[in-house]
C-alpha cells in the first residue's frame, strides 16, 4: 500500500534526517512531462535508475577515459571512471547529510556524453561542428537525456527532474557569473576532480608513462608516499603506488569535508537557498588547491601529452574527422533515426550525435566500413 494513502511517514522517509540545506524529494521541481509520484522509490531514485538503464550509460563501458584500449586493460573506462565519481560524491554527500540519492544520480550522469576516445574525440568533434554550435561533452549528455534517448513511450528522453538536468546544465555553463548551486552538484564536482587526478596517476604509472621517481618531484605525492612509507615498511613499487592512490584520495576528501563544514558554519547555511546565495562550499582548502594544481600541471605535461598517448589520440581523431566527413557526403550509411533527426536538425548534427553515441571500437569498425570500404572524401565538408 501507497505510504502516502495511508497518511504515515511519506515514502522517502529516509529523507527526514538530511541536513536543511539538502535539497529534498518533496521539493523537487518536477519533470517536464509531469508524471505521478512512484510508490516508493523518491524522483532522484527514479532518475537513478533510468541513467543505469540508458544505452548512453551502458556504452561507457567501452569509452576511452584518458587511455584507449590499445594501452592495456588496467587503466579506468568512463564507465569504472563515473562509478568511482559515484562512490566518491556519495560518501562526501552522506558526511554532509546531502541527498545521496540526487548525489548518485548526478555522478551516474555526468560523463554520458562522452563520445568515443574521450576529450580527443570532443575535439575532433567540436572541429567538425565548429559551424552549427560546436560539441562538448556536457551539453551532449543533455541532448542524451532530453532527446536522443528512446525508452519510454511517453516521451523522449529520460524526463529526469529539473534537479539533474540543473546539475548537467551547470556541468556545461562555464560562463563565469553561474550562480552557486545545490551542494550536491558541488559534491559532484569535487569528487570528479578528485578521482581523475588520482586515478590518471595510478593508470599512468600503471602503463609505465611516468616512474614513480618523476611522480616524487611533485610534493603532494613525496608528502602521501612517505605519510605511507610511515605506516608500512618495505612496500614494493606496486604496494606504494596504490597505497599512495588511496592516501591521495583519503587526504582531498577529508580536506573537502573539513573546508565544507567550515563554510557551511561560517556562512550559516540553513537552508537550499542560502547555498544558492554563498560561493562555493565543497572545495579545497587554498594548501590542497595549490597541491592540486601542481598535480594536474604534471599531468597535462608529462601523461597527457606523452608520446604513446599523442599517437593514439591524433590517429583517433583523424577517424572521426574522416568518418564525418564521409557520412555529411552519404547519410544513407548512417541508421533511419539519425537521417530523420537530420530533417529536423541538420545533417551536420545528427551526423555528430550518431558519431557521438558510438563506443571507441565501433568506432573503428565503422571507420573501417565507411572510410576504407567506400570512396574516398574531401577531408572537410
Ligand atoms: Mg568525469
Same mark, same amino acid.
Given at each position: ?44 531514485? !527514479? ?92 551539453? =551532449? ?20 527532474? !529539473? ?112 547555498? !544558492? ?16 594544481? =601542481?598535480?594536474? =600541471? ?84
Amino acid at each position: 500500500m501507497n505510504h502516502w494513502a495511508t497518511g504515515t511517514a511519506g515514502p522517502w522517509h529516509w529523507e527526514a534526517g538530511l541536513a536543511p540545506y539538502a535539497v529534498r524529494s518533496d521539493a523537487s521541481a518536477g519533470r517536464k512531462h509531469p508524471e505521478p509520484d512512484h510508490p516508493y522509490r523518491s524522483p532522484f531514485q !527514479r532518475d537513478r535508475d533510468r541513467i543505469v538503464h540508458s544505452a548512453a550509460f551502458r556504452r561507457l563501458a567501452y569509452k576511452t577515459q584518458v587511455f584507449t584500449g590499445s594501452l592495456g586493460d588496467y587503466h579506468r573506462t568512463r564507465l569504472t571512471h563515473t562509478l568511482e565519481v559515484a562512490g566518491t560524491a556519495r560518501t562526501l554527500a552522506r558526511a554532509l547529510r546531502l541527498n545521496e540519492d540526487l548525489v548518485e544520480a548526478l555522478a551516474l550522469v555526468h560523463d554520458l556524453g562522452h563520445p568515443p576516445f574521450g576529450h580527443a574525440g570532443e575535439a575532433a568533434l567540436d572541429e567538425c561542428l565548429a559551424n552549427c554550435g560546436g560539441f562538448e561533452h556536457n551539453r =551532449q549528455a543533455l541532448r542524451i537525456v532530453e532527446i536522443l534517448e528512446e525508452r519510454y513511450p511517453g516521451f523522449p528522453g529520460l524526463n529526469l527532474t !529539473r534537479e539533474v538536468l540543473e546539475g548537467q546544465a551547470y556541468r556545461a555553463d562555464k560562463g563565469p557569473t553561474r550562480p552557486s548551486p545545490a551542494l550536491e552538484i558541488q559534491v559532484v564536482e569535487a569528487a570528479d576532480s578528485v578521482s581523475y587526478d588520482t586515478h590518471d596517476v595510478d593508470d599512468a604509472l600503471q602503463l609505465g608513462l611516468v616512474r614513480l621517481e618523476e611522480l616524487a618531484e611533485l610534493p603532494v605525492w613525496r608528502e602521501a608516499a612517505n605519510y605511507v612509507r610511515k605506516r608500512w615498511h618495505a612496500l614494493d613499487a606496486a604496494q606504494l603506488r596504490r597505497a599512495t592512490v588511496h592516501r591521495l584520495v583519503d587526504w582531498q576528501m577529508s580536506d573537502l569535508l573539513q573546508e565544507a563544514r567550515q563554510r557551511i558554519a561560517r556562512e550559516q547555511i540553513d537552508s537550499v537557498a542560502a547555498v !544558492r546565495r554563498c560561493g562555493p562550499i565543497v572545495v579545497p582548502s587554498t594548501a590542497m588547491a595549490e597541491q592540486k594544481r =601542481q598535480l594536474e =600541471q604534471f599531468l597535462q605535461q608529462r601523461v597527457y601529452r606523452n608520446p604513446r598517448v599523442m599517437t593514439v589520440r591524433r590517429r583517433a581523431q583523424e577517424q572521426l574527422r574522416e568518418m564525418f566527413c564521409a557520412l555529411i557526403h552519404r547519410p544513407d550509411q548512417m541508421p533511419e533515426r539519425f537521417r530523420h533527426l537530420a530533417d529536423c536538425e541538420g545533417l551536420p548534427r545528427a551526423v555528430g550525435d550518431y558519431l557521438a553515441g558510438m563506443t571507441d571500437r565501433f568506432a573503428r569498425r565503422q571507420y573501417a566500413a565507411v572510410c576504407r570500404g567506400g570512396a574516398k572524401y574531401p577531408s572537410r565538408p
